[in-house]
């Protein structure tokens, strides 16, 4: 018998969501300023899979460039990335039994 995955069941806008959020509570673990590389080291997934989701929070304000760079693995400049907010991680938001179940899914 095969069996689908749970991320199936959901809409392909709605597991981006769930990365942008997983995306700013990383990077808000980091003090709310660092390079996509770090957050998706953090996150446990690969860095193709997570530099869109910074370009749609840019688009849409949540974060910015601080304008600093950092020189990255292969000697290329690396954008340091901030959050607009001072919110703190919140790491029970990812175990809260209230967070929807594809979210608390999204890291593993």
Not at 52 to 65: C, M, S, V
């Amino acid at each position: 018998m095969h069996t689908i995955s749970p991320l199936k069941l959901y809409t392909q806008e709605q597991r981006r969501e769930g990365m942008r959020q997983l995306v700013l509570l990383h990077l808000r673990k980091f003090g709310g300023r660092a390079t996509s590389r770090e957050v998706a080291g953090s996150i446990g997934k690969a860095l193709k899979h997570v530099w869109p989701r910074f370009t749609e929070l840019h688009q849409r304000g949540d974060i910015r460039d601080t304008g600093e760079r950092v020189t990255g693995l292969r000697g290329r400049p690396q954008v340091i990335w901030a959050t607009l907010d001072t919110e703190p991680a919140n790491d029970k938001f990812l175990t809260d039994d209230t967070a929807p179940d594809w979210f608390k899914n999204f890291g593993t």
